[in-house]
Structures are given as structure tokens and as C-alpha cells.
């Protein structure tokens, strides 16, 4: 049993390590010592698991199926050990984390004293507005901001972030009829000719506006509507600060784009670490406050 924990643990570093020379000097193993663990574990479980060259290796399909899951098992063991002794940190080990990157900024300075309180934690952030895939890029969860959870991963819900329109003081707009005469900015993901959806109490209506500015990042919105380019939606935390000091104004108070929810998403449902569930469960702590969302439904 040992021997083959180790041998996986190797394949694990080899995979990582991207060469059997690298996983190597990593581990203070010979390269020969490390490429017969590997090929003792392939041949104890009758499949291939790196494609092999003089210049690269690379993890076959089942290779990588099995990385994914070893993975989760040795997370899941070394919790279970850390459980039975009471002396060891809540919170140890690596998790790479990716945040919306307007949202991920709010939230920055906390992660970063959480990651002072607990020394044994190895946070990797990635303010990222892309929809990565959460696998291959070895994302252990991710905040994304959707109407519905993505179909492709666990997800639960955070929270609801409003979304609304703004504007530089200039722009003066007295009903939905005058959005069509602005030049709109808006994000990139949004296909061009689609018309701005908007919502009150009392309707839903759609706007066919002109777009002159598109971007795929939050703060290249914000810094867009500030310097007057035209009007646009923004999350409501995101335009605080531009608000209180006057470079932005609502635009139509009484309408907002439709809700959008926050979810923590998970590549697997079966094992969620400790430390990752931990970390949520401070975001989640800190939304109302620090990005004034409301409370999840």
C-alpha cells in the first residue's frame, strides 16, 4: 500500500513537474528511481498514463483522469489525518482561487489577511473575468456572476449583486425612449446588436441602443462610463466609490439590468476541501459588507 501511494504521489509530481527530470530534482529522487514508480504504477493498473518523448511528456486521457482523481483522494486523506490530531491548523495546504476581477479587488485585502491569520494556507488568486475550465486549469472554485449556475459544475449560490445603469454627469436621460439617442458601453461577451434588457417592479422591456465601447474586463467598463464614453450597467459595488465622488450618476434609478447571482463553483462535487469550504464560507461573510449584496434565495 505504501509503495503504491508513493508511486502515485510521484506520477502526481511528474504531472505537475511537466518532466521526469524536473519531478526529480523536486524530490531528491533519481530520474531513473522516479520513471519505475511511474511505470510500475501503469503497469499495476493496465493503462498508459504519460505519452513519453525524448523532448515531452504529456498525460494521456486516462492519465489525466487519473490525476483528477488522486488528487482528491490524497486531499481527502490528508484531511481525514488532520482531523485525528487536534494540534494540526484548520486550514493548510493550496487553493487556487478565481474571482470576477472588479468583485475579486473589493474582496483582495481580506483574502490577503486571511492568508496572514493562517500560515499554512497557499493561496493562489486569479482576478480573471474569462469562464475558464476549471480542470485543466487546476481551479479549486471559483465566484462567477450569472442569471443561473453554470451546467457544467457543483455550484451554490452566494449571493444576488444588482446591476444597474451609469453614467458621467453630462448624460442626462429622462425616460427609456432616450436611452436610444447615448452611445452605450457595454461588456464584450454581450453580442453586439443584443438590446439592452432592462427590469422595474412594474416591467421588462427591451432597448436597441447604440454600443461604441466594448470591453471584457469590469474596470475598463468603470474607467469607460467615467470618462464619459457613454452609459452602461455596472454592479452596483463596483461603481460605489465612482458614485460618492460624483464622476458617476444612476441613469434611470427605476430600472436595473436583470438579477444576476453570485456562485462559488466547484470542478467536483464528490470531495470539497476543508480549507476551500472555508474560504467561501468567509467570502460569503464578508459580501453584505463589502460588496453590498443582498442575501442569497
Request: proline residues 6%.
Amino acid at each position: 500500500m505504501n509503495n503504491k501511494l508513493n508511486a502515485i504521489a510521484t506520477f502526481l509530481r511528474v504531472a505537475e513537474a511537466g518532466s521526469f527530470s524536473a519531478a526529480a530534482r523536486q524530490s531528491g529522487m533519481k530520474q531513473s528511481a522516479v520513471s519505475q514508480q511511474v511505470a510500475a504504477l501503469e503497469d499495476e493498473l493496465g493503462v498508459v498514463l504519460l505519452h513519453r518523448t525524448t523532448r515531452v511528456m504529456a498525460l494521456t486521457e486516462h492519465g489525466e483522469q487519473y490525476r483528477r482523481d488522486m488528487i482528491l483522494l490524497l486531499d481527502a486523506m490528508r484531511e481525514a489525518e488532520q482531523r485525528l490530531n487536534p494540534v494540526e491548523p484548520q486550514w493548510q495546504g493550496k487553493v487556487h482561487l478565481q474571482l470576477p476581477s472588479g468583485l475579486g479587488q473589493l474582496l483582495l485585502p481580506h483574502l490577503l489577511a486571511l492568508q496572514q491569520m493562517h500560515t499554512g494556507l497557499q493561496l493562489t488568486l486569479s482576478l480573471d473575468d474569462r469562464i475558464v475550465d476549471l480542470v485543466s486549469e487546476g481551479v479549486d472554485v471559483a465566484l462567477r456572476l450569472g442569471s443561473e449556475p453554470p451546467p457544467a459544475y457543483a455550484a451554490r449560490t452566494l449571493a444576488c449583486i444588482e446591476t444597474a445603469l451609469f453614467a458621467a454627469p453630462n448624460f442626462t436621460v429622462h425616460s427609456v425612449n432616450d436611452l436610444a439617442t447615448y452611445p452605450h458601453v457595454r461588456f464584450s461577451g454581450i453580442a453586439p446588436e443584443s438590446p439592452l434588457r432592462l427590469v422595474s417592479d412594474a416591467e421588462s422591456i427591451d432597448v436597441k441602443v447604440h454600443t461604441v465601447f466594448r470591453a471584457n474586463t469590469s474596470e475598463a467598463l468603470l474607467q469607460a462610463l467615467e470618462t464619459g464614453l457613454g452609459i452602461g450597467g455596472m454592479q452596483r459595488p463596483l461603481a460605489r466609490k465612482a458614485l460618492q465622488s460624483g464622476r458617476l450618476v444612476p441613469v434611470l434609478p427605476a430600472y436595473r439590468l436583470p438579477d444576476r447571482f453570485l456562485y462559488a463553483v466547484y470542478p467536483d462535487a464528490r470531495f470539497i476541501p476543508q480549507r476551500v469550504r472555508g474560504i467561501v464560507s468567509v467570502i460569503e461573510g464578508l459580501l453584505p459588507e463589502t460588496v453590498g449584496a443582498t442575501q442569497k434565495t
